[in-house]
């Protein structure tokens, strides 16, 4: 009998190996919430940059990217702040440039899938986002001109540009140098959409919940799983976190309160679409290779109103265990922090007149904190390539 | 979008699929158990009247159910509410949207345009949250101004 108890138990052990078991801790509706995350989708086209696929653009970006001669005092480069080992982040509370700014320094993995780009979404590419930390006081101090002069002067860099986007004229003339970085930062973005995040644990897990493969089911922990469910129930992340970059893209208001204290100042999204209706460099403009398409078209709905006062981007959740700290000014400095922030609103800011009030205290218990920041976890993938995370010998 | 908040109208809705077209995974669906649909002018859609009575705002989305987080667009049309055939003359229509469960609206501007008989569309619509939202409809003839409202969730 006992042989008999032990080969039942066995049949019983694989029945539920196939996954039924896990597939049945969630609704129909969780999983078709659940299913809204993954894959993770080609980055958007942008015909705004005709070189946003070409090789050699990528290579001359990743050569420029790593590049400090961009900097007026020769010893940052982008990758300064967006460093492959801290997430394409800097670790930092604050970015600091040539010198301390007032944000956080976003992440530009998966920046390829943003329709707006910076905390403030002051741009509206890849391309014309790279062109500003160049030309900024406080991160790299240059210019449009010095910019010019480098791609002009540097026989390697000329070379590779040239035959990208034909010889760059004189530095001194300023058109010249806003076209010289209108294409720069075309390079410098068809690298960038290399540096899209691949598929983690989470990603097998929904593939599992679909073929009911073991082995991918037991992709994220128990923990994970408890934790995933709420994050699209209970806790609703998903009403800001949406789809397979766990980002709608747009802009609230979360009630952290400024660093230095005190009531915010930084109007964030009111000032950010101000400064892209007029941005040069916008997807209208006449460096935009494609000033009649869809990115151009959807400015023309946009609109700058006092209620965006002080709202920040919603930034991805994909591999956000690998670049703390977080927030607009990494506030916070772990992801408990953050799920305790949301759950608990305890230190937040009133929403002011104008304010949202999507964010309301969620009563989750201590384990179910556990269980959000285990699933945050599964959301990181392996990093890109190695190749792109250092400098090519050339450009 | 505070006046978004001032009546529901006569929410006698459907949002009619009418335009084709595919959608994403994500779906809206009407909030509230739709009224009777009110048959259009163009006998297969459905619509709402607006709050005084006036006017009947037959419409359909592109893509229908409207996705999450994505631009579409609504095709109408305003009809006389007693015989709800005849398009209503002289007069102009804008569209808007909020969720009243979170004090916001659209992130967007939609542009309305006039089409010919009497019908609108307007673009660039974009409900960037899944959740409750109030779609209206404002029907203005001189200086006076009624609403066409409707409920729709997004999941």
Redesign the interface.
């Given at each position: 009998m006992a042989a008999l108890a032990l080969l039942l138990s066995a049949a019983a052990a694989a029945a539920l190996g196939d996954g039924s078991a896990i597939v049945l801790e969630f609704t129909e509706?969780e999983i078709?919430?659940i299913?809204?995350h993954s894959p993770i989708p080609p980055a958007p086209d942008d015909p705004t940059n005709r070189v946003q696929s070409d090789p050699a653009a990528a290579r001359l970006g990743q050569f420029l990217f790593f590049e400090t001669r961009l900097s007026s005092n020769g010893r940052i480069a982008c990758a300064t702040c967006h460093d492959p080992r801290t997430g394409w982040s800097d670790g930092k509370r604050i970015a600091e440039g040539i010198r301390a700014l007032d944000r956080h320094t976003l992440s530009v993995r998966n920046a390829a899938f943003s329709r707006w780009l910076f905390w403030d979404g002051r741009a509206d590419s890849l391309w014309a986002q790279a062109i500003q930390p160049i030309e900024h006081p406080l991160e790299m101090g240059s210019s449009r001109a010095a910019t010019a002069r480098l791609v002009a002067g540097d026989l390697r860099i000329r070379d590779a540009y040239s035959a990208l986007f034909g010889p760059p004229g004189d530095p001194g003339d300023p058109r010249e140098a806003d076209r010289v970085a209108a294409n720069v930062g075309k390079a410098i973005a068809a690298y960038e959409r290399l540096l899209v995040s691949r598929p983690a644990p989470f990603d097998a897990f929904v593939e599992g919940l679909s073929d009911r493969d073991p082995a991918k089911l037991a992709a994220i922990s128990p923990q994970a799983r408890r934790g995933l469910k709420l994050f699209v129930g209970k806790a609703d992340c998903?009403?800001?976190h949406?789809?397979p970059l766990f980002t709608?893209?747009?802009?609230h208001d979360t009630g952290v309160r400024p660093l230095s204290g005190g009531t915010p100042s930084d109007p964030a999204r009111m000032s950010g679409a101000e400064a892209l209706l007029e941005d040069p460099f916008n997807a209208r403009g006449r460096f935009s290779d494609d000033p009649g398409g869809e990115r151009a078209?959807?400015l023309?709905?946009?609109?700058v109103r006092s209620?965006?006062w002080g709202r920040f981007k919603t930034p991805s959740l994909r591999d956000v265990a690998s670049s703390p700290p977080y927030m607009h000014q990494g506030q916070l400095a772990t992801l408990r922090d953050v799920v305790r922030f949301y759950a608990t609103r305890e230190g937040a800011l009133p929403?002011g007149h104008h304010?949202?009030?999507?964010l309301r205290p969620i009563p989750l218990s201590d384990i179910e904190m556990d269980d959000l920041v285990a699933f945050l976890e599964s959301l990181t993938g392996p990093e890109p390539e190695p190749s792109l995370a250092r400098r090519p010998s050339s450009p | 979008m505070s006046t978004l908040t001032r009546t529901l109208g006569a929410a006698s809705v459907a949002i009619v699929v009418l335009l084709g077209g595919g959608c994403a995974a994500e779906r809206a669906r009407p909030a509230t158990a739709p009224a009777p649909a009110a048959p259009a002018a163009d006998g297969g859609s459905s619509g709402i009247e607006s709050g005084e009575g006036t006017y009947f705002v037959s419409f359909t989305t592109r893509p229908d159910p409207i996705p999450v987080n994505a631009e579409f667009e609504i095709e109408a049309v305003v009809l006389d509410a007693k015989t709800r055939t005849r398009p209503a003359e002289d007069v102009d229509l804008a569209v808007d949207a909020g969720m009243p469960e979170h004090g916001h609206g659209m992130n967007v501007v939609p542009r309305v345009e006039r089409l010919a008989g009497g019908r609108f569309r307007a673009v660039g619509l974009v409900f960037h949250m899944p959740g409750r939202w109030e779609l209206a409809f404002d029907v203005t003839r001189g200086a006076v101004t009624e609403r066409a409202q409707t409920l729709v969730e997004i999941d």
């Amino acid at each position: 009998m006992a042989a008999l108890a032990l080969l039942l138990s066995a049949a019983a052990a694989a029945a539920l190996g196939d996954g039924s078991a896990i597939v049945l801790e969630f609704t129909e509706r969780e999983i078709a919430r659940i299913r809204q995350h993954s894959p993770i989708p080609p980055a958007p086209d942008d015909p705004t940059n005709r070189v946003q696929s070409d090789p050699a653009a990528a290579r001359l970006g990743q050569f420029l990217f790593f590049e400090t001669r961009l900097s007026s005092n020769g010893r940052i480069a982008c990758a300064t702040c967006h460093d492959p080992r801290t997430g394409w982040s800097d670790g930092k509370r604050i970015a600091e440039g040539i010198r301390a700014l007032d944000r956080h320094t976003l992440s530009v993995r998966n920046a390829a899938f943003s329709r707006w780009l910076f905390w403030d979404g002051r741009a509206d590419s890849l391309w014309a986002q790279a062109i500003q930390p160049i030309e900024h006081p406080l991160e790299m101090g240059s210019s449009r001109a010095a910019t010019a002069r480098l791609v002009a002067g540097d026989l390697r860099i000329r070379d590779a540009y040239s035959a990208l986007f034909g010889p760059p004229g004189d530095p001194g003339d300023p058109r010249e140098a806003d076209r010289v970085a209108a294409n720069v930062g075309k390079a410098i973005a068809a690298y960038e959409r290399l540096l899209v995040s691949r598929p983690a644990p989470f990603d097998a897990f929904v593939e599992g919940l679909s073929d009911r493969d073991p082995a991918k089911l037991a992709a994220i922990s128990p923990q994970a799983r408890r934790g995933l469910k709420l994050f699209v129930g209970k806790a609703d992340c998903r009403r800001c976190h949406l789809g397979p970059l766990f980002t709608d893209g747009e802009f609230h208001d979360t009630g952290v309160r400024p660093l230095s204290g005190g009531t915010p100042s930084d109007p964030a999204r009111m000032s950010g679409a101000e400064a892209l209706l007029e941005d040069p460099f916008n997807a209208r403009g006449r460096f935009s290779d494609d000033p009649g398409g869809e990115r151009a078209r959807r400015l023309s709905f946009l609109s700058v109103r006092s209620e965006d006062w002080g709202r920040f981007k919603t930034p991805s959740l994909r591999d956000v265990a690998s670049s703390p700290p977080y927030m607009h000014q990494g506030q916070l400095a772990t992801l408990r922090d953050v799920v305790r922030f949301y759950a608990t609103r305890e230190g937040a800011l009133p929403p002011g007149h104008h304010g949202e009030t999507v964010l309301r205290p969620i009563p989750l218990s201590d384990i179910e904190m556990d269980d959000l920041v285990a699933f945050l976890e599964s959301l990181t993938g392996p990093e890109p390539e190695p190749s792109l995370a250092r400098r090519p010998s050339s450009p | 979008m505070s006046t978004l908040t001032r009546t529901l109208g006569a929410a006698s809705v459907a949002i009619v699929v009418l335009l084709g077209g595919g959608c994403a995974a994500e779906r809206a669906r009407p909030a509230t158990a739709p009224a009777p649909a009110a048959p259009a002018a163009d006998g297969g859609s459905s619509g709402i009247e607006s709050g005084e009575g006036t006017y009947f705002v037959s419409f359909t989305t592109r893509p229908d159910p409207i996705p999450v987080n994505a631009e579409f667009e609504i095709e109408a049309v305003v009809l006389d509410a007693k015989t709800r055939t005849r398009p209503a003359e002289d007069v102009d229509l804008a569209v808007d949207a909020g969720m009243p469960e979170h004090g916001h609206g659209m992130n967007v501007v939609p542009r309305v345009e006039r089409l010919a008989g009497g019908r609108f569309r307007a673009v660039g619509l974009v409900f960037h949250m899944p959740g409750r939202w109030e779609l209206a409809f404002d029907v203005t003839r001189g200086a006076v101004t009624e609403r066409a409202q409707t409920l729709v969730e997004i999941d």
